[in-house]
């Protein structure tokens, strides 16, 4: 599985430190300027503060700007290519921001201190269950744990994750293939997913993670709440801002399920199960151009994988020489390994966990993929 931050501590202190960088501040967007060349904005910030204060966009703000605009993603693009150019978003933002005329106009810029940057731009019913707070729920669930092992946890800009594992949680799913199980806990604090409390599983042998995707497992908890009032907010670490929702209960449902032994049995049943049955058909690369075998570049097409993550997966699969469906999940994961980056490695581990619960019919279309006709 892809290794991020080294220990659990490591990750408590880029959090704690990520959290006192943080302002976060509701705005209505007609009192915010946008810099002449479209790369900043200065935000009123009230007392206590520098009247107006000018905050760098980020590429991830500056996306969700020009969606909340209507601005299409490749017209975005094309202003942020020159240093003309970039006028033009200016122009273009500065004129919704004074023109909204729907009930929008509130609107919270995340920011960071160190570097005036803004990270986000949300809506100001966006509720902040941050990963400062994941954290604070999680320790009190692991401290009601007799033992366990950290597979993996990291945190950046966009994304936060955690990996427990549970060393009496393993069983054989095949001669020599060993599972041990546990739980995850993910967030993003910038928009881009909900909070996600799930089953965890690795295999032993081969270091492969994944993610459970079945229904009734997990919670997830969208960052939605009441809106939020105008002004600098107060941040959970300095002014003991209550949780919006009570995460710590949901932790320990997450928990209790995951740790359960009757049920890790009955998903090992599942891997068992996904050892047997159809095989995957065609097995031959489909060209040097395109080293990729049916198979996957059907996965590729539905889930918007890159050619590189194609190929990875492509090359464990075949590699192993299991063409079952456990086969093919263990190749996904595999590739999971090797990615140079943590969010899209969890990713693929997610959507490994997701392939393994397809149904036969599901399974069937993956498995009988065949190769693309010439135009």
């Known amino acids: 599985m892809k290794q991020g931050l080294g220990n659990y501590g490591a990750l408590r202190e880029v959090v704690d430190r990520r959290a006192r960088d943080k302002l976060d501040v509701v705005v209505d967007v007609k009192n915010v300027l946008v810099t002449q060349d479209g790369g900043a904005v200065r935000l009123p910030l009230g007392s206590?503060?520098?009247?107006?204060?000018?905050?760098?966009?980020?590429?991830?703000?500056?996306?969700?700007?020009?969606?909340?605009?209507g601005i299409h993603k490749g017209y975005m693009t094309k202003m942020e290519s020159t240093q003309k150019s970039k006028t033009l978003i200016h122009d273009n933002v500065s004129y919704w921001f004074h023109n909204r005329k729907d009930n929008r106009a509130n609107r919270m810029f995340r920011c960071t201190k160190d570097g005036n940057k803004v990270n986000a731009f949300l809506s100001d019913m966006y509720a902040r269950i941050d990963d400062e707070m994941v954290l604070d729920c999680l320790d009190p669930v692991l401290d009601r744990l007799h033992r366990y092992e950290l597979g993996s946890c990291n945190v950046n800009d966009k994304f936060f994750n955690v990996k427990v594992l549970l060393p009496e949680l393993e069983y054989e799913v095949k001669r020599g293939q060993v599972v041990r199980g546990g739980f995850m806990a993910s967030n993003s604090s910038v928009g881009l997913a909900q909070v996600d409390l799930n089953r965890f599983i690795r295999v032993v042998m081969c270091d492969n993670g994944m993610m459970g995707d079945r229904p009734g497992d997990g919670v997830r908890r969208v960052h939605r709440s009441v809106r939020l009032p105008l002004g600098v907010l107060p941040q959970y670490?300095?002014?003991?801002?209550?949780?919006?929702?009570?995460?710590?209960?949901?932790?320990?449902?997450?928990?209790?399920?995951?740790?359960?032994?009757?049920?890790?049995?009955?998903?090992?049943?599942?891997?068992?199960?996904?050892?047997?049955?159809?095989?995957?058909?065609?097995?031959?690369?489909?060209?040097?151009?395109?080293?990729?075998?049916?198979?996957?570049?059907?996965?590729?097409d539905k889930f918007s994988l890159p050619s590189p993550v194609k190929i990875r997966i492509t090359d464990a699969f075949l590699s192993v020489g299991d063409y079952s469906k456990w086969g093919f999940v263990n190749g996904i994961t595999n590739a999971a390994n090797h990615h140079h980056d943590y969010d899209e490695a969890t990713s693929l581990e997610r959507l490994g966990g997701k392939i393994l619960e397809f149904n036969n019919h599901q399974w069937s279309d993956i498995a009988r993929a065949e190769y693309r006709k010439a135009a």
Request: hydrophobic share 30%.
């Open 48 to 69: 206590g503060y520098p009247h107006d204060q000018t905050f760098k966009w980020t590429q991830h703000s500056l996306d969700q700007v020009g969606t909340w605009c």
């Open 237 to 300: 670490w300095e002014s003991g801002v209550n949780l919006p929702y009570d995460i710590i209960s949901d932790f320990r449902k997450v928990v209790d399920r995951c740790t359960n032994v009757e049920g890790f049995k009955g998903y090992v049943q599942t891997m068992r199960d996904a050892t047997e049955g159809e095989k995957v058909k065609h097995l031959d690369r489909i060209s040097e151009r395109i080293p990729t075998i049916p198979s996957v570049e059907w996965i590729g």
